[in-house]
């Protein structure tokens, strides 16, 4: 992964899944209420592409399957890379691959029901590994992507946090929208890790990027900073791009809120006002006749 696509292939598809699901988490709960919600951890495609109902494991699991293959086999080179690094990474595409996979086959089976409970612990074991891969790699990132990586290990703990959060709490909107948040963050900050740590446009200033291999203690440092100052000013480039990224996810998602709390308000006016109409013919309406008394 320590290249430009291998940063912003992976980001692409955790920003599309995060927003996917965020939405969908919207739209579920404006339509059920607090009362009848329920997290789901897969959302089927529905409307004119009901026949792809399970498209959304699907790609999961070829994604993931596609990226331990590329880890593997050192892409392009199509070589066997039997370096620690590289099964790092294939690891963590490798629980996501199990968590489509078993959800996949429950479904196909008819046995989700059953199994409810398994999806949620099998999502909490995507994140709590690649917390764990990352805490704990083999390559040992040091100056400015170091600082970037940790950075990352903040919101996959987020996502490992909001996951068994939602394992245990199956009916909490805000659990769950904290949960997909999460994921469109970490996608985001895969991409920008991937251009400000792998392309030389957009290295900070003050900073150089690396080109060369890595060395014999594996200590990978992607782009060096020619003094302290300037270390300490790409780190703080790197907080506020931490803090603006966040921000416009936010104001995305409390947009999206606003919009559909506005369409699911309209039409329970709509259904109230029909109801009260449809009582309204049923009422008798009397008429009282006063007749005159003859004098």
Sequence with gaps: MGTFVGHLVPGLALTFLGL????????????????????????????????????E?????????????????????LRF?????????????????IFAGFTLSAELTQSSEILSAVPGILVASVFGQELFLLHFHSA?????????????????SVSLLAALAAMLLPTSFSTVLVLSISV???????????????????????????????????????????????????????????????????????????KFSKKCSLGAQSTEYEQLHVKGSHVPVTIDSFKRADP
């Design 184 to 258: 469109v963050f970490q996608g985001c900050w895969f991409m920008n890790m991937g251009f400000m740590l792998w392309t030389p446009e957009f290295v900070p200033r003050g900073c150089i990027m690396q080109l060369a291999e890595s060395s014999s203690d594996s200590m990978h440092g992607a782009v060096t900073c020619e003094s302290h100052g300037a270390d300490m000013r790409a780190r703080a480039l790197a907080n506020l791009q931490f803090s603006w990224i966040l921000s416009g996810i936010l104001i995305s998602t409390g947009l999206t809120c606003l």
């Design 140 to 156: 040992d990132h040091v100056g400015l992507e170091g600082h970037y990586h940790w950075l990352l290990q903040l919101i996959v």
């Design 57 to 77: 494991l699907i790609f999961i699991l070829s994604f993931s399957l596609l990226a331990i293959f590329m880890q593997i086999l050192d892409y392009p080179s």
């Design 81 to 97: 890379a039997f370096e620690l690094d590289s099964f790092e990474h294939a690891s963590m595409f490798l629980h996501l691959a």
């Design 20 to 55: 996917w699901h965020t939405i969908n988490n919207i739209r579920d709960y404006c339509l059920n209420g607090s009362t009848k919600f329920t997290i789901r951890f897969w959302y089927p495609f529905n409307g004119p592409l009901s026949r792809f109902k399970h498209l």
